[in-house]
């Protein structure tokens, strides 16, 4: 049994009252200011999950997405026990971390991308709509003190005229912060299948192929590990996206750009403290150049 003293927590775990037994806690201890999610046993020890929110306005969103999924019947964690007053659900436990699944299962890794991007799909297809360019929150961020970091010039130019094109891309429901520390797998009649118990950001206002590229840059993590690993998911992926339209290809490096700005406080303390560019400041101004040509061949090909 693991357990954390009250005092080292912002949220605490409240379930023992209602007869439930902590194991331990799964997500980061920089998130349990917002959200505290916990491995947790009934009193007939059956594994469940729980989620405790810290506002009221996160714990009506996560109850409404997975009813959301429930109703068009997309593969998720079910809820089995409701707390509003604690702020707290309780979902069935299903799954096991797809990023350590892999490790273990090496064999595994085509049937693995081939569920990810399934799941992301089936996902993106709930509410799908037609939209002018909505540029990530994430990239929006790093824009606002562009001139500070002397980064993605060329992006912050051609992106206004983008959404001002009459170019439309492709929306539906998603989760803005696809890594693969957040998505899940598991066995079904012996066939994998993905998911995602996460879902602080689950939006309605995403691109399936930016999903892909935002998750296809978080591989990068594997090369600590598995550099063989790491280049077999990344060839799938690439594989898969040079076949696209140009639409997509822009989307899917536009993803890959997310989630390298998603270290902001990084890139800021680097800059601050003078040190040498890094190899992470360099692969953002190469996607700046990547993409800022993908945006312009669209904007060519509209006045065609």
């Known amino acids: 049994m693991h357990t954390l003293p009250s005092s080292s927590l912002k949220l605490d775990f409240i379930l023992e009252q209602y007869g439930y ?7 980061n201890e920089n998130r349990w200011g917002t959200k505290l ?7 007939d020890s059956n594994r469940c999950v729980s989620t405790t929110c810290a506002t009221k306005e996160s714990y009506l969103e996560l109850a409404k997405t997975l009813i959301l999924l429930k109703k068009k019947e997309q593969f998720s964690p079910r809820a089995i026990k409701l707390f509003p007053q604690n702020k707290t659900i309780v979902c069935n ?20 991308f081939i569920a990810i991007s399934h799941y992301l799909k089936e996902l993106n ?5 037609h939209k002018r360019l909505i540029i990530p929150s994430i990239i929006n961020d790093v824009l606002e003190i562009s001139e500070v970091l002397d980064l993605l010039p060329k992006i912050k130019a051609i992106l206004p005229v983008l959404i001002n094109s009459k170019i439309y891309f ?16 598991v066995n ?25 590229g935002y998750l296809y840059a978080t591989f990068r993590w594997f090369r600590q590990v598995s550099y063989f690993m790491n280049y077999n998911l990344e060839n799938l992926f690439i594989s898969l996206i040079e076949n696209s339209d140009p639409k997509s290809n822009f989307m899917f490096w536009l993803g890959v750009l997310s989630s390298y700005c998603g270290y902001k406080e990084s890139l800021l303390l ?23 040509y993908l945006a312009k061949r669209l904007l060519e090909r509209n006045q065609d």
């Open 125 to 129: 297809s709930i509410k799908r709509s």
């Open 93 to 112: 436990y299903i799954g096991e971390s797809l990023s350590h699944y892999i490790l273990e299962n090496p064999d595994t890794i085509t049937d693995s």
């Open 270 to 292: 680097r800059i601050n403290h003078d040190f040498q560019i890094s190899e992470h400041r360099k692969i953002i101004r190469n996607l700046d150049n990547k993409i800022f």
């Open 170 to 185: 492709v929306y539906g429901c998603g989760i803005e912060d696809p890594h693969i520390w957040n998505l899940r797998v």
């Open 188 to 212: 079904c009649a012996d066939e994998l299948q993905a998911f995602t118990a996460d879902f602080d950001y689950f939006s309605q206002n995403l691109n399936y192929s930016w999903e892909l």
């Open 21 to 27: 037994r902590l194991e331990k806690v799964l997500n």
């Open 37 to 43: 999610v916990c491995l947790i046993s009934d009193k």
